[in-house]
């Protein structure tokens, strides 16, 4: 542990110049600063759940988490750590009035016993893989029940895990259990000698998020200007590199179903003048999703540009285009149009969301291309194909469903240590 720590150490004082940089300039980051050090915090005189998360994505697994724990028997004050700003406001929303929501302490050993003296955790719940070894420790000094909850390890990391066996080993023989996801979970976190009687398989926390709709289909699509004639095709959170094969895709594809309207929504915002550049560059008319209002149909392709869009944009879809998997990005969250019942393709690069992708192809519920021909071919094709393209929307929507269950097993996991 102490080589750990003086790399750690190292690792601070070395990028000290960026961090000071991003005191001075960013509110996000000096926002909770003291609570990284283990101060401001509020002291917990009754002992709490405390679940510790990293950005946006675990947010949402702890808020699905958060719900179910609150519904016990006897259920404790609920504390929930986050280490990036983006997640920290997440949070603060969705679990207002719900759980205490603080900025996660440097994994420091005495910034760590600190933050853990204030929480007064009586369990501390690691979302996924937040394996922070001296915030873990600490717990178990002091006697915290400690679980992994919704674990995995991708295949990018676990050879990490691997190179640094001997550490992680001591940091798992603090757990009391763990819930993984999926069975090559379970397997990778053995051969890191977690014990297998203390692992269960509990699928993934994300089948059960809830897709919530504020406003119908038919008054987004009014919305959007699109008419009753258009065919939606949206490509969703499309990474750099990927729009150009999109635009060129789409322009394919027009020449046989010209009615073929295009809604790019690009993962990061901040790329949208190249976007729009892109498309200016094809002499395609396009509009900007804030802009947009009823009535406008000069445009060929919306270009989403605020957040919070992109579920809407999908259930209006005719076919979905999952982005980040064209170019070499991992791929993008495939769940949202699956569960909506959307016709969904994607690229070959899918590896973030692998068990998810293998057991949507094996059951037949999306297609995964390999080129831009093949896009072409099957966007064409099940935009043609009308009752095929709506079979496989339900076929992705049930085995979804088939999926649910991950928040009771997880919680239930947590249920019976706090009962020791």
Known sequence: MWFYNLILILAL???????????????????????????????????????HAASIGEVKIA?????????????????VSIITPAGFRQAKTILSGQAEVIFAPLDLPFIVSRTVARINPALLGIIETELWPNLITAAWQKKVKIILLNGRLSDRSYPTYQRFKILFKKIISCFNYACVQTEEDKEKFTALGFP??????????????????????????????????DLIWVAGSTRNGEEIILIEAWQAIREKVPNLKLILAPRHLHRLKEIKKLLAGQARPFALSSQV?????????????????????????????????????????????AALAK?????????????ITSYLLAQKAIIQVHNPAELVENIVFLLTHTEAARQMGIRAQQSLMAKKGAVDKNVEAIERLLAR
Request: proline content about 7%; hydrophobic content about 40%.
């Open 63 to 79: 808020a699905a988490l958060v719900k179910k724990i609150r519904q016990l028997n006897e259920p404790k004050p609920i504390v």
């Open 196 to 229: 297998s009687e203390l692992l269960a398989v509990s699928s993934s926390v994300k089948y059960d998020f809830e897709i919530k709709l504020d406003t119908p289909a038919a008054s987004l699509r009014q919305r959007y200007s699109f008419t009753p004639e």
């Open 293 to 337: 209002h009823t009535g406008t149909s000069s445009f060929d392709c919306l270009v989403v540009d605020t957040m919070g869009e992109l579920l809407p944009a999908y259930s209006i879809a005719d076919v979905v285009f999952v982005g980040g998997s064209l170019v070499k990005y991992g791929g993008q969250n495939i769940l949202e149009p």
């Open 343 to 355: 016709p969904v393709v994607c690229g070959q690069d899918m590896r973030n969301f692998k068990e």
């Open 13 to 51: 004082l070395i990028s000290s110049p960026y961090w000071l940089v991003r005191l001075l300039f960013s509110p996000a980051w000096r926002a909770g600063f003291r609570q990284r050090l283990g101060y401001d915090l509020p002291v917990q005189r009754q002992p709490v759940i405390w679940l």
